[in-house]
Nanobody, 124 residues
Framework: QVQLVESGGGLVQAGGSLRLSCAAS????????MGWFRQAPGKEREFVAA????????YYADSVKGRFTISRDNAKNTVYLQMNSLKPEDTAVYYC?????????????????WGQGTQVTVSS
């Protein structure tokens, strides 16, 4: 079992920045690939970014590429999502998730463990 707890959400103006954190506990964090997803009101949950267990590979949704950066610190059992140049359309609940597949995945159905989510609101 892996327990995930997100933090760092909040209210920010368009063009601003936030850094989300996801702290993991339980089984060996460094053996899991991690992902960030988000869900806006009335919309389905969508993929945002993923990172391999070593941090050597990352992948981003086109909508956030160049603005968001995913990273991890295995010594701290934490994965981060640095969000810059935020837009109102980035407003959503952001979730981190973990899976033990070797390849990075953009599908929520391949992730085994999920956090409770943290709200990000971007005002125009």
């Amino acid at each position: 079992q892996v327990q995930l707890v997100e933090s760092g959400g909040g209210l920010v103006q368009a063009g601003g920045s936030l850094r989300l954190s996801c702290a993991a506990s339980g089984r060996t964090f460094s053996s899991y690939a991690m992902g960030w997803f988000r869900q806006a009101p009335g919309k389905e949950r969508e993929f945002v970014a993923a990172i391999s267990w070593s941090g050597g590979s990352t992948y981003y949704a086109d909508s956030v590429k160049g603005r968001f950066t995913i990273s991890r610190d295995n010594a701290k059992n934490t994965v981060y999502l640095q969000m810059n140049s935020l837009k109102p359309e980035d407003t959503a609940v952001y979730y981190c998730a973990a899976h033990d597949l070797v390849v990075l995945s953009t599908s929520e159905y391949e992730y085994d463990y999920w956090g409770q989510g943290t709200q990000v609101t971007v005002s125009s």
